[in-house]
T-cell receptor, first 113, second 108 residues
Framework: DAGVIQSPRHEVTEMGQEVTLRCKPISGHNSLFWYRQTMMRGLELLIYFNNNVPIDDSGMPEDRFSAKMPNASFSTLKIQPSEPRDSAVYFC???????????FGSGTRLTVV | KNEVEQSPQNLTAQEGEFITINCSYSVGISALHWLQQHPGGGIVSLFMLSSGKKKHGRLIATINIQEKHSSLHITASHPRDSAVYICAVSPYGNKLVFGAGTILRVKS
């Protein structure tokens, strides 16, 4: 398996633009997580899905953020409109009850200027 | 107070030394995780523990549920062990709550 695949690896965008981050979890994993990492706040959970259904989105900062998981093999995190304070590394991870932990993607480094 | 506290925040060791990183948590958990993040950013899951001790190569992780404490040990440390080590707990369901991380630098 190629692991959790995120795209793009790097994104630089202007304030006000829409940003879409993508994630392909490991096949067979039924939980998918979106995390954000910043120097100030470390790693924070934004939202997670079980069996494609959003379970906990309490970490989503505000209405500008939205996440979808239309099927078991794909999820998106969208920011519209983006702001400079959204600059961070966004990680996607997946897991399954039968596994011994989480598998993280390589992350998307987002810079909003 | 953070739900997950790690110590030390920074650690510099000489190659070959035995290293211990500590993690204390204040909530009931179903599992505790140790993660490793290298410069360049990738995060790797090292261990998931709910009791006792696990070993993988030169890495050993222990957990004491009654004391709400876990330790990560590295034996015969090597410069390639230099990374940020993150403790995270699962209070309920699948979500993780993270510690701030320990920055480890192993000098040759």
């Amino acid at each position: 398996d190629a692991g959790v695949i995120q795209s793009p690896r790097h994104e630089v965008t202007e304030m006000g633009q829409e940003v879409t981050l993508r994630c392909k979890p490991i096949s067979g994993h039924n939980s998918l997580f979106w995390y954000r990492q910043t120097m100030m706040r470390g790693l924070e959970l934004l939202i997670y899905f079980n069996n494609n259904v959003p379970i906990d989105d309490s970490g989503m900062p505000e209405d500008r953020f939205s996440a979808k998981m239309p099927n078991a093999s794909f999820s998106t995190l969208k920011i519209q409109p983006s702001e400079p304070r959204d600059s961070a590394v966004y990680f996607c991870a997946s897991s399954s009850p039968g596994t011994s932990g989480y598998t993280f993607g390589s992350g998307t480094r987002l810079t909003v200027v | 107070k953070n739900e997950v506290e790690q110590s030390p925040q920074n650690l510099t060791a000489q190659e070959g030394e035995f290293i211990t990183i500590n993690c204390s948590y204040s909530v009931g958990i179903s599992a505790l995780h140790w993660l490793q993040q290298h410069p360049g950013g990738g995060i790797v899951s090292l261990f998931m523990l709910s009791s006792g001790k696990k070993k993988h190569g030169r890495l050993i992780a222990t957990i004491n549920i009654q004391e709400k404490h876990s330790s990560l040990h590295i034996t015969a440390s090597h410069p390639r062990d230099s990374a940020v080590y993150i403790c995270a707990v699962s209070p309920y369901g699948n979500k993780l709550v993270f510690g701030a991380g320990t920055i480890l630098r192993v000098k040759s």
